[in-house]
């Protein structure tokens, strides 16, 4: 079976193009940022206090939240859906003790003859949430520090290395931004996504650049923008059946996987989209820029007999 | 023929090992609850060979403590102060019967914990963050004292006020005698002032609940070791008709009179416990005194049910995924795919053997890391697959075609699957929590699907080449 037979798309000559609607994505981040006024974080960064609760029977959102706020407790976020209740409570939690005792307490007195079980409490300090964020920019810090230099080395050109990076931050940021727009929630599990797309962005921009490094190998003399092209054309099928198999996987963890996993499975989808995306049209574009402009300036110097060179 | 042999003695000798790795996981899986709970009991060794899951899969506690260093002693330094604390803890959760706990030091001050299906967070905290700081202190009733608690009194304010900020009332510190403080008691009998803590609880070598007194309520019994003993001895010696005060966390629990020494180095502590107060007691001062107060400063408990639901649903949709890209591998390259599918298979089984061997903790974002592994072992027979078809459409035949495939593409996957273990080592290395789980699934699981996707799937090849099973050859 074969999807395609053989392809030649000009993937370079668009790149103006390609530029532009990176641009206009990223716009409409920023702009799904100023909307949501910022990103909605969870209790890991902000610290605070998250119980989920289950009922026998289904409980109503306006009877929880009288109770509860009856009970003493205020300004919490409150989210039900039949049995299920998951009370938040960011920044202002000075007792964690006493939050749980008085939730407990309110609600069991509210809905007497309806069970509860407390399914989940979560209290993070305000050290541990401003560690936490602190400990993930470093993750990615030096992950981002260490491809540059894996890459430089293996491809003989920091520009590669930076390149491939770029792409990781533009798939990143736009995730991030993806995930702001549907207002979700910035918890640990969103970081873990993003960094399996930082993965899988990486991954597919090596297979490319690996088979530009082999095409410049065995025809040194080809013109650049060409080389690009029939190397992206090269490895197109096989980015096609990667990305189906990513998006079954993904699809699956997505429609059949449950709350816990729905956001993961939502940014994976977008991610893994984006991954091919930033590839094609971001990174070997940017390479191709950099690659001329480099060729350009050298030209100009060996003119001025500034360098000396064949 | 010898390469084909040490890619064969290579696979042999790993899955030789993953069985062995994961027999002890399977018989665990087949042993009933009752059978479980019992080994748990009795620490039987098979725990320390199961596959482990973390708290967000089978329920638990997961708790972050801080020492209070404000609280600290000024010649004892933090850092020995939180090595002490860690091993206290230790020894009053085992004390406390909680199967294979996890307790380490993590950054400067900070104490994490893990508690694996504890039912009961709220006592097991108590347990935890009792400072149990235990001290004999004689009575001062002398008129310094007297004067000191009046002013005391004067002032409205509590013995907790007055030692929180002794240097906001002067007064009353001039008029205590020196190294005295003055405390509360447990009975609401009104105030004490104490010299200078006499013994601690440091000197404990044994402490255990008794039914004795006077209405056979429960009291702690407390022994000394030798030079605890002998200084006891001395106490009671030179205090005789005054009174000892027993003071535990800064608060009085009794103050009997000194009637006579007491030369074998035992007492007991009378406080009105219930039963279950005193056994708290008798297990911290087995355990000793933390040097410190630990607050939580955060708090995961996830409950048994909690972690049914959603985890059904998460390794339900996740096999879900993975069978359909089995198929789709089978249905678009035929007996190729078949070939990488098999490697994906035996990709699953090893990664899970080195996770039980080297008893890594699965979670759920691990699981997530699992699933992106299995990504990049089918990307890299992808790659593989198509540079092959690459190959027999430049007219090569079918088994030059398939050397050319792996040799060609071999760089692209060790690169790609590098650049992707960097970033993973970093994360496993700055990551916390659920960052760190999934860092350590796709580190170990990037160095096997390497091996299974390359060596593996060639070694199949090289044996239907050689036993001319493979002759023509479409993909």
């Not at chain 1, 091919?276 to 690659?291: A, D, G, K, Q, R």
């Not at chain 2, 959760?93 to 993590?106: C, N, T």
Request: glycine content about 8%.
């Amino acid at each position: 079976m074969k999807f395609i037979n053989s392809i030649n798309i000009d993937f370079i000559g668009k790149r103006r193009t390609s530029f532009i609607i990176s641009l206009v994505i990223l716009a409409i981040c920023v702009g799904a940022y100023i909307y949501r006024g910022g990103p909605n974080y969870g209790i890991d960064f902000t610290g605070g206090m998250l119980m989920q609760i289950s009922f026998e029977e289904n409980v109503g959102l306006q009877d929880v939240r009288t109770a509860l706020e009856a009970g003493g407790i205020d300004s919490f976020e409150l989210q039900t859906s039949e049995k299920l209740i998951m009370i938040r409570a960011k920044h202002n939690v000075e007792s964690q003790e006493e939050f749980e005792n008085k939730a407990k307490t309110a609600l069991s007195e509210k809905f007497p003859g309806n069970a509860m079980t407390v399914d989940k409490v979560e209290y993070v300090g305000p050290s541990v949430g401003e560690y936490l964020s602190k400990q993930a920019l470093y993750a990615f810090f030096f992950a981002f520090i260490g491809i540059i230099i894996y890459v430089a080395f293996r491809f003989k050109s920091t520009l590669w290395g930076v390149a491939g990076v770029i792409g990781i931050i533009h798939d990143v940021l736009i995730s991030f931004g993806m995930v702001i727009l549907v207002n979700k929630e910035i918890d640990l599990t969103v970081i873990a996504a993003l960094l399996t797309i930082a993965g899988y962005s990486i991954n597919d921009t090596i297979v490319l650049f690996d088979r530009m490094r082999e095409n410049m190998r065995l025809s040194v003399k080809e013109d650049l923008a060409t080389m690009i092209n029939k190397s992206i054309n090269a490895v197109l099928l096989r980015t096609v059946v990667t990305t189906v198999t990513v998006f079954i996987v993904s699809g699956c963890l997505f429609f059949l996987g449950g709350e816990v996993i729905h956001t993961f499975a939502y940014i994976m989808v977008v991610g893994t989209v984006l991954g091919v995306y930033s590839t094609i049209f971001l990174c070997s574009p940017l390479v191709y820029e950099w690659e001329m402009g480099r060729r350009k300036r050298l030209k100009a110097a060996r003119q001025q007999g500034l360098v000396r060179g064949k | 023929m010898g390469k084909i042999n040490w890619k064969l003695w290579s696979t042999i000798a790993l899955m030789v090992f993953s069985v062995w790795a994961l027999w002890p996981s399977l018989q665990w899986a087949r042993m009933s609850d009752d059978a479980k709970a019992k080994a748990e009991k009795e620490k039987n060794p098979i725990l320390g060979k199961v596959a482990k899951l973390g708290l967000d899969l089978k329920g638990g506690t997961h708790l972050l403590l801080e020492v209070d260093s404000s609280k600290l002693d000024e010649n004892v330094k933090i850092r020995d102060a939180v090595d002490r604390a860690t091993e206290i803890i230790r020894n009053r959760i085992d004390q406390f019967g909680v199967a294979e706990p996890m307790i380490a030091k993590q950054g400067d001050k900070w104490i994490v914990i893990q508690l694996p299906g504890i039912k009961d967070p709220k006592s097991a905290k108590e347990l935890i963050g009792k400072t149990a700081l235990l001290e004999f202190r004689i009575v001062n009733k002398s008129a310094e004292a007297n004067k000191a608690l009046d002013l005391l009194r004067d002032k409205g304010i509590s013995p907790e006020e007055y030692r929180e900020n002794p240097s906001a009332y002067p007064e009353i510190t001039e008029a205590l005698p020196e190294g005295a403080s003055i405390f509360s008691s447990k009975e609401d009998t009104g105030y004490y002032v104490l010299d200078k803590a006499a013994l601690t609880g440091a000197s404990l070598t044994n402490a255990k609940v008794e039914f004795g007194g006077q209405f056979g309520q429960p009291i702690v019994s407390i022994e000394f070791n030798k030079e605890g003993g002998r200084a006891f001895s001395d106490i009671t010696e030179r205090n005789i008709e005054r009174n000892l005060a027993i003071v535990l966390d800064d608060v009085v629990q009794s103050a009997p009179v000194i009637r006579s020494r007491i030369p074998d180095g035992k007492a007991i502590i009378e406080g009105n416990f219930n039963a279950e107060d005193a056994r708290l007691l008798a297990t911290v001062l087995r355990a000793g005194a933390l040097p410190a107060p630990v607050n939580v400063i955060e708090e995961r408990t996830v409950g048994p049910s909690l972690g049914d639901d959603s985890i059904k649903k998460g390794f339900g949709s996740a096999l879900a995924g993975v069978i359909l890209v089995l198929i789709f591998m089978f249905v678009y390259y035929r007996l190729s795919g078949m070939i990488a599918n098999f490697a994906l298979v035996i990709n699953l089984v090893i990664l899970m053997a080195f996770m039980a061997y080297l008893q890594f903790t699965l979670t759920l974002p691990g699981v997530a890391g699992i699933a992106l592994t299995l990504a990049m072992a089918v990307d890299a027979n992808v790659l593989i697959l198509e540079r092959i078809r690459e190959e027999l459409m430049a007219g090569k035949t079918a088994r030059v075609a398939v050397d050319a495939g792996y040799q060609k593409v071999f760089w692209t996957i060790f690169d790609a699957n590098i650049t992707t273990l960097i970033a993973a080592v970093f994360l496993f290395q700055f990551g916390t929590g659920p960052i760190k789980g999934f860092a350590v699934t796709l580190s170990i699981g990037l160095v096997i699907s390497m091996f299974t996707a390359i060596v593996i799937t060639k070694l199949i090849y090289e044996f239907l080449f050689k036993e001319n099973l493979l002759l023509k050859f479409k993909i």
